[in-house]
């Protein structure tokens, strides 16, 4: 599903207009944008969790030439589903 359809499908749902609803959605991931910036986590009730990780710095080997390389830290972006999200990707598998 690609963005417009997103929007498409939730305004349907909602009742508002297409315009509105993309609005509402741009805002929603500017605000998490900040909070992740701030190293906060954002807690979705029913649905997961965000949460920024630090990834230290390690050395990797490149598999072709063999050379030893440095791979400087960085900070990564993590989502944990709650556990009654796994328990129906586990049922919907079977």
Known sequence: MNNKDFISELSQ????????????VTAVIDA?????LEDNSISVPNFGTFE??????????????????????????GFKPHATWKDKLKSDKK
């Open 13 to 24: 749902r909602m009742g508002y207009s297409a315009t509105d609803t993309q609005k509402l």
């Open 52 to 77: 920024v990780k630090k990834k230290l710095e390690r050395i990797m080997v490149n598999p072709s030439t063999h050379q030893r390389m440095l791979v400087p830290p960085k900070l990564v972006l």
């Open 32 to 36: 998490m944008s900040d909070k992740f």
